[in-house]
């Protein structure tokens, strides 16, 4: 589980300028995600030229394959954007992989029990924290550091986000957040609806899915982690603030076909 005297991304003294969601989070200032699922470099790019401060490439549900992770890593952090991660699963090797594209942080979804929680944190961190192997020059260039000075702060800068989106997760969340290298919890709103009322999008005023989230924001307040999730837009993005620490607004995929919907329906009225 690793021992709780290290230095976190929430206690780290590192100054790094190129860690900007790190920065902005550990400063309070409601840092500004989205997802992006389309690999493409040039789509990478030009997500990151809108002012926001992490992009979450979508390994989970995203068109993202292995070229295409490193591909968008790279060109996120070149552009003083944070690049994080959401893997498929929590397994060590897919974790490793994840991490040497020299991401600021990952996302593991359906997180279920803390067990899950810190084997991710072991796969996520070079020992005597964990047991991530090391053997790529390529993590350190998104950091901006030679790889020695990565091998020293990686363990402390790189933000780890769970997942909570099963009824498991719900139930374990207190013991989830406890887990010493989990960094900030996340709500997957669509999974967690469908997890614990049988659809999906939830309304948002269901008693289940309302009980669920304060359970989910009591115990990372609790275990002083950061809270996040995904949200459809800017207004319910800037209602947020006054709960969460960061949220993801929706994703590149949403956004073109919004944009396109909404003006082709001006264009035709």
Same mark, same amino acid.
């Given at each position: 589980?690793?021992?709780?005297?290290?230095?976190?991304?929430?206690?780290?003294?590192?100054?790094?300028?190129?860690?900007?969601?790190?920065?902005?989070?550990?400063?309070?200032?409601?840092?500004?995600?989205?997802?992006?699922?389309?690999?493409?470099?040039?789509?990478?790019?030009?997500?990151?030229?809108?002012?926001?401060?992490?992009?979450?490439?979508?390994?989970?549900?995203?068109?993202?394959?292995?070229?295409?992770?490193?591909?968008?890593?790279?060109?996120?952090?070149?552009?003083?954007?944070?690049?994080?991660?959401?893997?498929?699963?929590?397994?060590?090797?897919?974790?490793?992989?994840?991490?040497?594209?020299?991401?600021?942080?990952? !996302? +593991?979804?359906?997180?279920?029990? *803390?067990? &899950? /929680?810190? =084997?991710?944190?072991?796969?996520?961190?070079?020992?005597?924290?964990?047991?991530?192997?090391?053997?790529?020059?390529?993590?350190?260039?998104?950091?901006?550091?030679?790889?020695?000075?990565?091998?020293?702060?990686?363990?402390?800068?790189?933000?780890?986000?769970?997942?909570?989106?099963?009824?498991?997760?719900?139930?374990?969340?207190?013991?989830?957040?406890?887990?010493?290298?989990?960094?900030?919890?996340?709500?997957?709103?669509?999974?967690?609806?469908?997890?614990?009322?049988?659809?999906?999008?939830?309304?948002?005023?269901?008693?289940?899915?309302?009980?669920?989230?304060?359970?989910?924001?009591?115990?990372?307040?609790?275990?002083?982690?950061?809270?996040?999730? !995904? +949200?459809?837009?800017?207004?319910? *993005?800037? &209602? /947020?603030? =006054?709960?969460?620490?960061?949220?993801?607004?929706?994703?590149?995929?949403?956004?073109?076909?919004?944009?396109?919907?909404?003006?082709?329906?001006?264009?035709?009225?």
């Amino acid at each position: 589980m690793g021992d709780i005297s290290y230095p976190t991304a929430h206690t780290t003294t590192i100054d790094n300028s190129r860690m900007r969601l790190l920065n902005k989070i550990k400063a309070g200032e409601f840092p500004l995600m989205t997802f992006v699922a389309i690999p493409s470099v040039r789509q990478a790019q030009i997500v990151a030229l809108t002012g926001l401060d992490g992009i979450i490439i979508d390994c989970e549900h995203g068109h993202i394959g292995d070229d295409a992770m490193h591909n968008s890593v790279a060109a996120i952090s070149a552009l003083g954007v944070s690049p994080i991660i959401r893997i498929r699963g929590p397994a060590h090797d897919i974790i490793k992989r994840a991490l040497d594209t020299g991401a600021h942080g990952i !996302m +593991v979804p359906q997180i279920n029990n *803390a067990e &899950e /929680a810190s =084997q991710v944190v072991q796969s996520s961190k070079f020992p005597p924290q964990g047991v991530r192997g090391q053997g790529s020059a390529f993590p350190a260039i998104g950091h901006g550091l030679t790889t020695p000075e990565y091998m020293k702060s990686a363990n402390e800068t790189i933000i780890t986000f769970i997942q909570i989106e099963t009824r498991a997760g719900v139930e374990n969340v207190d013991a989830i957040a406890a887990v010493p290298g989990v960094d900030c919890v996340f709500i997957g709103p669509n999974d967690l609806a469908q997890a614990l009322l049988g659809y999906t999008p939830a309304n948002g005023d269901e008693p289940e899915f309302v009980q669920a989230i304060d359970k989910i924001e009591a115990a990372a307040r609790k275990h002083g982690k950061w809270f996040a999730r !995904m +949200v459809n837009n800017g207004t319910t *993005a800037k &209602e /947020a603030r =006054q709960r969460y620490d960061t949220v993801a607004i929706t994703g590149d995929t949403k956004a073109i076909q919004n944009w396109y919907i909404s003006e082709f329906e001006v264009a035709r009225s």
